[in-house]
């Protein structure tokens, strides 16, 4: 499937950000540059020291115990919102999900571990809490950043309350013999940005601009930041949204995660004025995410590579 270049993606350390330190400024800066020149020409980076391996090890223990369960009980976890209940398709039959709504609310957390646990699993409910408090800190503080490279810092909070998140995690089973290696098909992320882990599995690929494909292996307790669509929107173009694709390694199970944000749909995606001139004419007219997902889901904009575009990509063509 392509060639797999040894490309390293950026990695941007993050523990620094949160000392006392009198540097912190400069640490600031030099941060946000490094985040902004990789989701302009990378659409992603690897994280690194945003949680400890023992946190990290303690989720993916989690993980496992989680997708253990039997079906009848993971099938209790229910949702009419794309991707937060249990998702098992024979388009993808390697694929297993369960989701849980903004998971740095306790009851959230609370609420699916008693559903999956009525005895309880103290590890899981705790490990997950503190997981997703680190996780929203790190998708804020990179948001952050790019508004205030581009100017945009007036934005920020205004975004950041205008935004609901999925923690999704995902079990890919051993393949069978003579099935396909794939994993999750090529696909970009429409929502605005998602914080990706998988295990020491690996698999995950992502492609360049350069359209090379590359197998994406980073530190155990990293993450890979990926820019989605709907940031893209917003900066009418400004990142690179990646494409990128899960492809099974060897005869093990896999499992990852997302910690995806999301517009609510209260709010139009909107590009932001400042971002259109005549060197950057508008590419997106402005819609509500979760009609998009509509179309996306039922109208067959899945099978398109660039749904978005189908659906509110404004044609500058003369
Ligand atoms: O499992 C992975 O590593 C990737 C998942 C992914 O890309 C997605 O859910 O959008
Ligand atoms: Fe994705």
Known sequence: MGSKAPIKLPVIGFSQLKTNNPNSLSIWESTKTDVFYALQ??????????????????????????????????????SETAFHGYVQSPKVPLYESMGIGNPFVPENVDDFTDLM???????????????????????????????????????????????????????????????????????????????????????LEIQMKNDEWVRVKVSPNSFVIVAGETFNVWLNGRLHVPFHRVVMNGNMARYSLGFFSVQRSSVLVKTFYEMVDEEHPLLYKPFDYAEFLKFFYKEGGIQSKFALKTYCGVSNET
């Open 41 to 78: 020409n990378y659409g992603c980076f690897e994280a690194s020291s945003v949680v400890s391996i023992e946190l990290q090890e303690s989720v993916n223990d989690a993980l496992k115990q989680l997708f253990d369960l039997p079906l009848e009980t993971k099938l209790k976890n229910t």
């Open 117 to 203: 646990w009525p005895n309880d699993n103290p590890t899981f409910r705790e490990s997950i809490k503190s997981y997703s408090k680190k996780l929203r800190e790190l998708d804020e503080i990179v948001k952050k950043m790019v508004f205030e490279s581009l100017g945009l810092e007036n934005y920020s909070c205004e975004q950041m309350k205008s935004t609901s998140y999925l923690l999704k995690v995902m079990k890919y089973r051993a393949l069978e013999a003579d099935e396909s290696d794939v994993g999750l098909h090529t696909h970009t992320d429409t929502n605005i940005m998602t914080i990706l882990h998988q295990d020491e599995i690996g698999g």
